[in-house]
């Protein structure tokens, strides 16, 4: 039973875009938060934006005002929107869902990963 799959990975050059999805179950959708994570190699797993039951969103400093976490209720679908893409944003992208979204601690439920290279 899979309850987050991600998709739209890919090898994009340094200022491109890129957009994720995160096709979620029923009743992990409606968890209190899902959001994005990455974690390159060798790297903890860190928090990208995160979006609440309520619309509220957040962002991970390195990222603000270049990602946008969005979602479809009408698909159980979660987005990322990712411009002007650097190298330094290379790493498997997370999608979660849980409690708190912005640490990993809070997560309850993790995709599987979608690779993002950036050359």
């Known amino acids: 039973h899979v309850q987050l799959v991600e998709s739209g990975g890919d090898l994009v050059q340094a200022g491109g875009s890129l957009t994720l999805s995160c096709a979620a179950g029923?009743?992990?959708?409606?968890?209190?938060?899902m959001g994005w994570f990455r974690q390159a190699p060798g790297e903890g797993r860190e928090g990208v934006a995160a979006i609440n039951s309520d619309g509220t969103v957040s962002y991970a400093n390195s990222v603000r005002g270049r990602f946008t976490i969005s979602k479809d209720n009408a698909k159980n679908t979660l987005y990322l929107e990712m411009n002007s893409l650097k190298p330094e944003d290379t790493a498997m992208y997370y999608c979660a869902a849980g409690f708190v979204c912005t640490v990993k601690e809070g997560v309850a439920v993790w995709g599987q990963g979608t690779q993002v290279t950036v050359s």
């Open positions: 029923r009743y992990t959708y409606k968890r209190n938060c």
